[in-house]
């Protein structure tokens, strides 16, 4: 009933095409996240409520998390400045900045924290829904401390009276 000699080859050629658009797709993707660079959440992950309220407990707890998984790229203040921060391709967010935090929902920093985005690695697998927003409950004190202290917008550095309790 085709009357074509080589039934195969219109298919090779849909299959090139198919490839072709594929990769310019997937290029064309990648130059526009990485250009510009917006890391946003979903809406229904961002609408998450947080079941973990800030306690002096969770606080306490999501501070070791975060310097035995966080502090080496985001720094003991959390101000991004981690020893590792400078050998990365991005730099890491600094959680010191009031104005940013602020608009983040809990569950939207859950999110990122749950999935990361290279080079910040995801934690999904690492640690628990309960640690994670641990962790939320502690990076929150961090530009509270900050908003607290001078100038919260500069890179200025956050006293250290209380800038990380019991730190020693
Ligand atoms: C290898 C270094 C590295 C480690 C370890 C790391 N991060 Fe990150 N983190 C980054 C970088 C880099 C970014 C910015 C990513 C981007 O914008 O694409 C980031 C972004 C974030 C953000 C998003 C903030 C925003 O402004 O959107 C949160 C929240 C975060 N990190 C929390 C954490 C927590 C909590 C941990 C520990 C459990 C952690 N990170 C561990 C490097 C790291």
Not at 16 to 30: D, E, N, P, Q
Not at 43 to 72: E, F, K, W
Not at 138 to 163: C, E, F, H, M, W
């Amino acid at each position: 009933m085709n009357p074509d000699k080589n039934p195969e080859a219109p298919k090779r050629k849909l299959l090139l095409g198919v490839s072709v658009v594929f990769v310019i797709v997937a290029v064309a993707g990648s130059i526009i996240l990485y250009a510009t660079r917006d890391w946003n959440a979903p809406a229904a992950a961002r609408n998450l409520q947080n079941p973990v309220p800030p306690t002096d407990d969770s606080i306490t707890a999501g501070m070791m998390s975060y310097s035995t998984h966080c502090q080496s790229c985001h720094g003991e203040r959390g101000d991004g400045k981690g020893e590792r921060a400078e050998k990365l391709s991005i730099a890491p967010s600094d959680f010191t900045d009031a104005h940013a935090m602020g608009q983040m929902t809990d569950g939207e920093l859950f999110w990122k924290i749950s999935h990361g985005r290279h080079p910040m690695p995801s934690f999904q697998n690492k640690l628990t829904e309960q640690e994670r927003w641990e962790l939320v409950d502690y990076i929150r004190t961090l530009s509270q401390k900050a908003a607290s202290g001078a100038a919260p917008a500069t890179n200025a550095p956050v006293p250290q009276t209380d800038a990380a309790p019991k730190r020693q």
